[in-house]
């Protein structure tokens, strides 16, 4: 039920956006304290992506999940950063993250929803 999402204006090649989807996904997992297969990893590379009037490397990260702990959001924005500089090389001043937790009649799965 975890998505997480990035984009970023960098452009990756097709190995770099794989590796970093699965070390994502596991990361998102741990992070959550769920099973990693209900964790869904989007990476839209090369997007049209302006951040402080400038196109130097920056990034848009969504967390989506049902419970999401809004006590932990700053520990989670701190790890997220982290993961994406380590992967990317982005810097976490450059980086906006949206966290939303839906409600569970609005997030599907199966056929039906949660």
């Given at each position: ?90 810097e976490p001043a450059r980086i906006y993250i949206e966290f939303s937790n839906p409600p569970r009649h609005l997030w599907g799965w199966n056929g039906k929803t949660f």
């Open positions: 039920m975890p998505l997480f999402t990035l984009t970023t204006n960098i452009a990756l090649d097709a190995e770099r956006r794989q590796a970093f989807a699965r070390h994502a996904s596991r990361e998102v997992a741990s992070l959550l304290g769920k099973a990693e297969n209900y964790v869904m990893v989007r990476v839209s590379d090369d997007a049209c992506l302006l951040f402080a009037g400038n196109e130097q490397p920056c990034a848009l990260l969504e967390l989506k999940s049902l419970g999401l702990p809004e006590q932990r959001t700053g520990e989670l924005s701190a790890a997220l950063c982290h993961l994406v500089q380590e992967q990317l090389g982005i």
